[in-house]
């Protein structure tokens, strides 16, 4: 039966770490943490686990202390967590399925992280050790990012913050896929002072990236997505500008630009670069979607109505599409 060693960063996590472990420890043959300078109760709290633990002096690098982690790593395949994530025990069944079915060509699976983002889950949290609450509830961000692949293979992670093995895994030529399973990121939970604190470490070292690499998208985009977090709507344009002249298919990035109008109140730049993002995008309904809700804000009913038809044909099951083309048809009607 293939082998799991579950892989983790630390630092000051006694508040998550305990129902981390918890929540994969049936299904993980080892635990390795790197520990980048606790103050608390965290390393009591591991060795709780048997977890093997290591101190790795921190460099503003969130990768180098990733690829600490695995290193360490003694078995077949390595799972990723941080210690404000959890997993539910149904997909724990499935995790196990996967790699034990594996095709030997994929070396790796994106799990959908859900990052919460609303105080009901703290009672969720406290209250239902199963997280039958959570799974059900619309509040969150989701994204897709390889967090279970194989061991010794050569692979690490890439860049000092967001870091990802998906980078490597597409340098080797390997290939990767999608599994149905969750990683519930309880992130935003945590005490205000830790988040305000992650977020100052975040931006500093978003902007040494972007020193060293200043022609990268990904470094931009970053940065342009850390000046909007803070209202600085000049410099998110500027930064998100940077990313769409290097790279104009990188994520939505005219989407964002467009967003950005929408809250400065200039719809005709928002339609502007809605047109652009429909147009580097041509597959995705979402720029498409949110053009018709300019235009249905503008009072354009027919030229909406015909953007949602259109992507309707496209993607009869989108439920953000059809919400829409309901509403315009209502509204239309009123005139």
Same mark, same amino acid.
């Given at each position: ?6 892989? =983790?960063?630390?630092?000051?996590? /006694? ?8 929540? !994969? ?19 009591? &709290?591991? $060795? ?7 101190? +790795?002096?921190?460099?503003? %690098? ?9 290193? @360490? ?15 539910? $025990? ?15 060509? &994929?070396?790796?699976?994106?799990? /959908? ?27 969150? &961000?989701? @994204? ?29 030529? =390997?290939?990767?896929?999608? &599994? %149905?399973?969750?990683?519930? @990121? ?22 040494? #990236? ?11 985009? #970053?940065?342009?997505?850390? @000046?909007?977090?803070?209202? %600085?709507?000049?410099? *998110? ?32 730049? *928002? ?7 429909? $147009? ?13 809700? !300019?235009? =249905?804000?503008?009072?354009? +009913? ?17 439920? *953000? ?9 209502? =509204?239309?009607?009123?005139?």
């Amino acid at each position: 039966m293939p082998t799991i060693s579950l892989c =983790m960063i630390t630092k000051n996590e /006694e508040v998550f770490l305990e129902q981390c472990l918890n929540s !994969v420890k049936d299904i993980v043959d080892e635990i390795i943490i790197v520990d980048t300078g606790s103050e608390d109760k965290t390393l009591e &709290i591991a $060795k709780k686990f048997s977890a093997k633990m290591f101190h +790795f002096k921190w460099i503003d %690098d969130f990768s180098a202390a990733r690829n600490e982690s695995i290193k @360490h790593a003694t078995k077949d395949w390595i799972l990723v967590l941080d210690a404000d994530e959890v997993i539910e $025990k149904n997909d724990l069944r499935k995790i196990k399925n996967e790699i034990e079915n594996a095709d030997n060509g &994929i070396v790796g699976f994106t799990i /959908e992280q859900r990052s919460y983002i609303n105080d009901f889950f703290e009672g969720a949290l406290k209250n239902d050790s199963d997280f039958s609450l959570v799974k059900d509830c619309q509040f969150y &961000i989701s @994204h897709h990012l390889v967090r279970l692949f194989r061991n010794k293979l050569g692979l690490y992670f890439k860049h000092r913050v967001h870091e990802l093995i998906e980078d490597s895994i597409i340098e080797k030529n =390997m290939e990767y896929k999608k &599994i %149905d399973v969750v990683l519930h @990121h309880f992130g935003s939970l945590k005490d205000a002072k830790l988040i305000s604190g992650k977020t100052v470490q975040y931006s500093k070292i978003i902007l040494k #990236q972007l020193e060293e690499d200043p022609k990268s998208d990904r470094y931009n985009y #970053q940065a342009a997505r850390m @000046h909007l977090g803070r209202s %600085d709507f000049g410099n *998110a344009l500027k930064y998100f500008g940077k990313t769409a002249k290097i790279n104009p298919n990188y994520k939505l990035v005219f989407s964002e630009i467009a967003k950005i109008y929408l809250q400065m109140n200039d719809k005709n730049r *928002a339609i502007e670069y809605y047109k652009k993002s429909m $147009k580097y995008n041509p597959d995705n309904p979402s720029p498409a979607n949110n053009l018709a809700v !300019v235009y =249905m804000s503008t009072g354009k +009913f027919e030229q909406a109505k015909k953007i949602l038809e259109e992507q309707l044909k496209k993607h009869p099951d989108n439920k *953000a599409l059809r919400y829409n083309y309901d509403k315009v048809l209502k =509204m239309g009607d009123k005139v």
